[in-house]
């Protein structure tokens, strides 16, 4: 003890000193603990989904449904080889999808509401949401893995009067858009329940009419939202909290309606239609402009309905005179027509939905008798699925990969019910190669 009081008194430490000191201490301690618990408490997004483990959220209606083992399926084929652009291996032809539509979907459905779903995103180590409904009456479904869904109810009450078009993870955020008492408006939640109004400025707007179609990210951060809005060229870029018209872009066509907005690998592109309705694309060339593209159409009149990137290539789909339509570019600027799938002529028919998957690629839309579906290998050559799935209509409205195989949503009308959700789960099935 005197050793460790000469030491002490070799450096002139006082009693205060060493209070002084040891209050300090303590006080950074602390400070580390609160930002420790800080950072552990910092609100993550996670969905209300039901797993084993857990006990069900009151939020959550008390009926799931899932596949049933005798659901109806479809098979769907791809004879399709070909080399992918820039690649230098062959990919096997023969892929079969299997249909499974989701029984008791249609249930989730306000009632007399009709209405179908429009869209589907997945949540990391969460699992899937899916948006929809009609018009006053929106929908919110969540599930694990694709195959068992519930509805949110809660959700209901802060999106009251609006129509859901798009769902998308936005900096660890759910962002919804669609339009509200017809206007276009967006939202934000962190569990899929809770929603707040993320403010959409439209300026030029004077009827307060139009909505926002799609949303996507770019891998700078830069978050995009298409739509329609009198006066506007339909492109809104998220800044400081708020969906702001990107005004560069009203030079090409005042009054375009967009459909869809993606992030490739050539930059972020935007299709649709002008106001002479020509089907177009638009890529961000940066800091606010776009360059624009008028995409081939027999008659020059034709939609595009949805976008997609699969390998190199960047694919719209949609529908026109001759029925669905399919173009590919490989730099998003110089667009071609592709072989689409064929119908019945005469007969409407359309592609509304496509995404790149195990193996290459599925489009899916409607036609009449059931849904449509065009599969893909390179995205460049496309095949038109075969069969019918017992529902007198039906339409995919977006697709999304899930492990070895898809989840579709969108709208189906039994034979004797009134059109409502619906949800398939679609697998792959290898099959050996057809002779040629």
């Known amino acids: 003890m005197d050793r460790w009081r000469g030491a002490l008194s070799r450096f002139r430490v006082s009693a205060r000193t060493l209070l002084l000191a040891a209050t300090t201490a303590f006080g950074v301690a602390a400070a580390v603990a609160i930002l420790r618990v800080t950072e552990v408490s910092e609100p993550r997004l996670t969905l209300p989904v039901e797993r084993p483990a857990r006990t069900r959220p009151t939020a959550m209606r008390q009926t799931t449904v899932t596949t049933g083992q005798g659901a109806p399926t479809t098979q769907l084929s791809d004879t399709t080889a070909s080399s992918p652009p820039g690649g230098g291996t062959t990919i096997s032809a023969g892929l079969a999808y299997r249909w499974s539509p989701i029984a008791g979907v249609d249930e989730f459905s306000a009632p007399d509401a009709g209405g179908g779903l429009t869209a589907v995103a997945a949540v990391e180590g969460e699992g899937l949401i899916a948006v929809g409904g009609s018009r006053d009456a929106p929908l919110v479904l969540v599930s694990p893995d694709g195959l068992g869904w519930?509805?949110?109810d809660a959700a209901e009450e802060d999106l009251q009067g609006a129509a859901l078009r798009d769902v998308a993870v936005v900096d660890g955020r759910l962002v919804a858009v669609g339009s509200l008492r017809g206007a276009p408006a967006a939202w934000t939640s962190l569990d899929a329940v809770q929603w707040s109004r993320v403010p959409v400025t439209d300026p030029a707007n004077e009827l307060g009419?139009?909505?926002?179609?799609a949303l996507a990210q770019s891998p700078d951060g830069s978050v995009f939202a298409v739509g329609f809005s009198p006066g506007s060229a339909g492109i809104w870029a998220l800044h400081d909290g708020r969906f702001e018209p990107e005004s560069?872009?009203?030079?090409?066509?005042?009054?375009?309606?967009?459909?869809?907005?993606?992030?490739?690998?050539?930059?972020?592109?935007?299709?649709?239609?002008?106001?002479?309705?020509?089907?177009?694309a638009l890529r961000s060339t940066g800091e606010g402009t776009w360059s624009t593209a008028v995409l081939p159409a027999e008659g020059g009149r034709a939609s595009v309905a949805a976008l997609g990137e699969i390998g190199d290539v960047v694919v719209a789909v949609g529908y026109g005179v001759p029925g669905p339509l399919v173009w590919s570019?490989?730099?998003?600027?110089?667009?071609s027509a592709v072989t689409a799938p064929t119908t019945s002529p005469g007969r409407p028919a359309g592609l509304y939905a496509v995404a790149p998957g195990p193996g290459g690629a599925l489009a899916g839309g409607q036609r009449p008798g059931g849904p449509l579906c065009s599969s893909s290998t390179d995205g460049t050559s496309w095949s038109e699925c075969d069969g019918e799935d017992g529902l007198r209509t039906a339409a995919v409205r977006d697709l999304l990969a899930v492990g070895a195989g898809f989840?579709?949503?969108?709208?189906?009308?039994?034979?004797d019910g009134q059109a409502g959700?619906?949800?398939?789960?679609v697998e792959r099935e290898p099959r050996a190669a057809q002779a040629r």
Do not use: M, Y
Not at 209 to 213: F, M, N, Q, S
Not at 329 to 335: I, R, T, V
């Open 209 to 213: 009419v139009g909505l926002l179609e």
């Open 407 to 415: 989840v579709a949503v969108g709208t189906s009308t039994p034979e």
């Open 421 to 425: 959700p619906a949800i398939w789960h």
């Open 329 to 335: 570019s490989a730099d998003a600027q110089s667009w």
């Open 248 to 280: 560069s872009a009203r030079t090409p066509s005042v009054g375009q309606v967009l459909s869809d907005v993606v992030s490739t690998s050539k930059g972020v592109v935007a299709a649709g239609n002008d106001a002479e309705g020509q089907p177009i």
């Open 150 to 152: 519930s509805r949110v």
